[in-house]
């Protein structure tokens, strides 16, 4: 019998709800409101975040450009993160908690659909890694070893993938053709495969058996 895929996406859900309840300084984060799906690849990147309101969780700025609504089971989704193909393959556990952090980061405090404007690499340049490196250390040590395992994981899962990505902001009174609303409906389960290095996974092990 073949073995079954895990749902990546529960799992993800899981993770962000844990470092939602044990890290203050993402208290503010709901993962309910947050879509994960797998995407292509963009250079050396392992996730990215959209954000998929404007400022106070508004679909429409001043100037009268709307942004296309994401909704899953009846529910606006605020933010949509995409893991790129480099967080499947050759990260480690570890790295793939970091991506997830690195991503949560650069989400406003108001969590309102919007980002961060302090927290951009534009902004902070060397210092984002340096605010963000101590976070992911503390959470390494709080996170829970069965979440752990399931980042740490090899072989195929299902994931959230786009079968019609929404595209940027829009003004209404434009002559082209576009979804306002997006759901399940343009969203599928696909296959991506994990591929964790075994040897870096087994030093991690070891370092973590030490904290313990």
């Known amino acids: 019998m073949a073995q079954r895929r895990p749902n990546f996406n ?108 302090g927290r951009r690499h534009a902004v902070l340049g060397r210092n984002f890694s340096r605010k963000l490196k101590p976070l992911v250390r503390r959470y390494l040590k709080l996170c829970p070893p069965e979440l752990l395992a399931a980042m740490a994981h090899s072989g195929e899962v299902r994931i959230l993938q786009w079968l019609e990505r929404p595209g940027p902001a829009y003004h209404p009174g434009s002559h082209r053709r576009v979804r306002k609303v997006y759901t399940e409906e343009q969203l599928y389960s696909g296959v991506a495969r994990m591929v964790t290095p075994k040897v870096r996974l087994a030093r991690d092990t070891s370092a973590r058996s030490k904290v313990h």
Do not use: N, W
């Open 10 to 117: 529960k799992t993800l859900r899981s993770l962000i709800r844990d470092i939602a309840a044990k890290m203050p300084e993402f208290g503010h984060v709901k993962a309910g409101r947050i879509l994960v799906v797998a995407g292509e690849a963009r250079r050396a990147s392992r996730g990215t975040v959209k954000p998929l309101c404007f400022r106070g969780g508004k679909s429409t700025d001043r100037t009268g450009r709307r942004k296309p609504i994401i909704r899953i089971r009846g529910k606006r989704m605020l933010y949509c993160v995409t893991l790129r193909p480099l967080f499947f393959r050759g990260s480690t556990a570890q790295a793939r908690v970091e991506t997830v952090i690195h991503e949560l980061f650069h989400l406003s405090r108001r969590f309102d659909g919007t980002l961060h404007s």
